[in-house]
């Protein structure tokens, strides 16, 4: 994969790999504040969460970790196969 | 003061600009999230009129209470939640 | 905030402030006009705007403007008081 | 060295670079929100057909031109009342 | 428009170009890929896509691609005639 | 120096650098969509649970397995499509 990178240029695109999960990361967790919120808060009657959508909002977050874990999982199977794939069809 | 120099005494100043830089970006995205989503919850979409109506700016700031309120406990939940799977499993959150 | 860079690194602060400002413009005006005109454009017998049309898109431009002045307004006080606990944790 | 500097002669070439990148980008996106929004208000979502409907080709016609008239009167609009803010109470419009 | 770039300089420019229209065209693929599968796919009762789904697909496909032409025609005229009123309107 | 040099017999390091980090993101962002859309499909939005009720899990597998099947065809098509068009008259999909 990085066939003759000297040192400098591993670490520069280690770097970049890092600052690319921390991207990632940051767009995972908008998400499920957006969608969690969406889904859960939609009474404004009063400024602070009220106990049944501090609920919502912990099983929306706890369900959307597993979601996202088991899509994780099923997208680095499927991918795997489909590089496979591809690369035996290149030969 | 370092960002992601990790274990690191000094950071560079390219490494202090990019962790302002980077403050700015988080902020403005969580601005951004919140003006989309606040608009949704209560604005009405007719605009038959030009002006906020009281409802509408009462609600629009408990909106935005509301939004950092969440924000702050599901990124507190996360946390407690990934060191938890961490102690656990191993697991992480995210894309594997 | 600034301890210690150079002058020229300062500057360099100061463009990457200013693009990102352009940046956060760019998309506030996008999203106005997605919004607006999703909300007040649904007739297409005809390639002009009517008179309708303009009203209301004139009105949301407005509508939007308060909107963002008073979001901005509120984001402003919760994230100073937000970082304001967060600095009180700390020590 | 510096990146938008305003209010200085000659602007160098990593500037011009910089602008018509920026013009670019301006564009790309004012077409590809274009697109999301009149695909949105024009196409029948069952895609019964693989073929554009008369109608639909001219719902599209008609939304890029709507879309295109919007987009200046509102970018219009937008520059007048900051202006007017501006001269009034020294607000400005965005994030604060 | 490039007046007095050197050699180096527009090379410089014509490879961000290029990667600018890599990056729209990931942009329009994605958009595309998410709008027909949300149009086409919503039988979850098989791992694999049906008939019915991969006609769909392939119908949503075909029509995507002339209003992406389409529109793309009708942008650039109504880019070209907005830039020449404002060219207009400078003198 | 130059940055995406087709047709040159020796890549440089920074066009290997860019070259990995261009399939990271295209990754990503496949990834992304993908839980963006199955989660919309599959999950139930009333959240009176925290557990993945069994039939939801099954519904994001198997989502999972058709986004990456339609994703593929339309990949095929669109390329198919395009050299067909490109034979005859010379046009070309996207931004004009």
Same mark, same amino acid.
């Given at each position: 994969m990085d066939g003759g990178l000297t040192q400098a240029e591993s670490r520069e695109l280690d770097a970049r790999i890092q600052k690319r999960q921390v991207k990632e990361f940051m767009n995972v967790f908008g998400n499920l504040v957006d969608n969690c919120f969406t889904s859960c808060v939609d009474d404004f009657t009063s400024k602070a969460l009220s106990g049944r959508e501090n609920g919502c909002l912990s099983r929306c977050v706890?369900?959307?970790?597993?979601?996202?874990?088991?899509?994780?999982?099923?997208?680095g199977e499927l991918n795997a196969a489909m590089t496979a794939e591809m690369q035996q069809k290149m030969r | 003061m370092s960002f992601l120099g990790f274990g690191?005494?000094?950071? /560079?100043?390219?490494?202090?600009?990019?962790?302002?830089?980077?403050?700015?970006?988080?902020?403005?995205?969580? %601005?951004?999230?919140?003006?989309?989503?606040? /608009?949704?919850?209560?604005?009405?979409?007719?605009?038959?009129?030009?002006?906020?109506?009281?409802?509408?700016?009462?609600?629009?700031? $408990?909106?935005?209470?509301?939004?950092?309120?969440? %924000?702050?406990?599901?990124?507190?939940?996360?946390?407690?939640? /990934?060191?938890?799977?961490?102690?656990? $499993?191993?697991?992480?959150?995210?894309?594997?």
């Open positions: 706890l369900k959307s970790m597993t979601t996202q874990t088991r899509l994780g999982e099923r997208f | 690191r005494p000094q950071p /560079t100043s390219a490494e202090k600009i990019a962790a302002v830089e980077n403050e700015l970006k988080v902020v403005a995205e969580m %601005h951004s999230r919140m003006v989309k989503i606040c /608009t949704l919850k209560c604005i009405d979409k007719t605009y038959r009129e030009g002006e906020l109506a009281k409802g509408e700016a009462v609600c629009l700031d $408990r909106c935005a209470a509301k939004f950092f309120e969440a %924000h702050q406990k599901i990124s507190d939940q996360l946390q407690k939640e /990934t060191q938890a799977q961490q102690a656990g $499993r191993g697991g992480g959150f995210g894309m594997q």
